[in-house]
């Protein structure tokens, strides 16, 4: 059985409404359901477009404005760049398998390290050093693991790309193509 996706109406006050709580809600309270992995959405309440992503990239916006923000100046140029570019579809997906894989090292140091400290762990002041030595071919099956991740993502973008080259050129007359002078 599937789990029924909680609404949340936005109406044209900018405020949202949970309809599974029957109360009015803010920003605050999506963040904790992201936080929860509750799953939710967010409509129109007089069309019912979807508005969910630009109400997380609201959210994201709100977290970078206050303390230390997660994306530099520079990605955010290059990810602005992407939009036009043919790349665009496969970045996504880069990224969020990026991420997933950042996220499950992660995990796994965590688990790691309360099966050596215990719950709450009291580490050694070289504890980072000693994990690092102790953890060498850990840490180089993860890398290798990050690495051909990332070459399958770039040979991909890179098939996408010939494929749109191809789409493109294939409607191109061959007398409409300039020749080099000799």
Known sequence: MTEKIRQIKKYPNRRLYDTLTSRYITLSDIKE?????????????????????SVLLQIVLDEESGGVPIFSRELLSIVIRL???????????????NIHTLLDFQQKFQEQ???VFGENPQM?????????NFQQPAMQNVMSAYVEQGQKL??????????????????APPESVEKPPR
């Open 33 to 53: 359901m992201v936080l929860k992995y509750d799953h939710f959405q967010v409509v129109d309440a007089k069309t019912d477009e979807d508005l969910t992503r």
């Open 83 to 97: 939009y036009g570019h043919a790349v665009r579809g496969v970045m996504g997906k880069y990224l969020e398998s």
């Open 113 to 115: 390290s309360c099966a």
């Open 124 to 132: 050694p002041p070289d504890f980072l050093a000693q994990f690092l």
């Open 154 to 171: 770039l040979q991909q973008m890179r098939e996408q790309i010939q494929n749109q080259t191809r789409a493109i050129f294939a409607y």
